[in-house]
């Protein structure tokens, strides 16, 4: 009878620590999940944010640059442009500076050189996103972001009528 008792204690203690353990990762997947919806939620007031804009048939450079101030706000991103591309120049049409220095520095910056290797490039190349520092360029912009400690985290190709027409940068 102790061996039974003993036996059974022990398989109730380890049935007690399996379901904690399974309550516990049912917990954790439960907090992923409401972290999904809440950034779902987030994103989808964004893109009405800029839909709102597009139906008051706002100016193209205040649809961009909201286009950016939402990357900014769903990233953390000190800073995001939308820009134009042609040959080897990415044009920008519009920004969104969190960042005081960059806000300062970088407010009147029109256009820069594409680095070579940058994650731009590799976007242009891929058409796919790309991660990474865009460094490494000869242009006066890219020297400018440097010197400020800005580095492109990402980068994504926009593709309007089956072309490339520009690029996202955070």
Do not use: N
């Not at 399974?22 to 800029?50: C, F, I, S």
């Amino acid at each position: 009878a102790r061996r039974l008792s003993a036996m059974l204690i022990g398989v109730v203690s380890a049935v007690l620590l399996v379901g904690f353990a399974l309550w516990l990762r049912l917990e954790k997947a439960r907090e992923r999940v409401l972290l999904h919806v809440d950034r779902a939620g987030h994103e989808q007031a964004g893109l009405r944010r800029v839909a709102e804009l597009v139906a008051a048939e706002e100016d193209e450079r205040s649809v961009l640059s909201a286009v950016a101030q939402e990357m900014v706000a769903l990233t953390g991103a000190g800073g995001a442009w939308v820009v134009r591309i042609e040959g080897r120049l990415a044009f920008v049409h519009g920004a969104a500076m969190e960042s005081a220095p960059l806000r300062l520095r970088l407010d009147g910056v029109t256009r820069f050189p594409i680095a070579h290797g940058g994650a731009l490039e590799r976007a242009l190349a891929t058409g796919a996103p790309a991660f990474g520092e865009d460094g490494g360029g000869p242009g006066p912009e890219e020297r400018r972001l440097r010197e400020l400690g800005a580095r492109v985290a990402i980068a994504a190709p926009i593709v309007a009528s089956g072309r490339t027409w520009g690029a996202v940068l955070a």
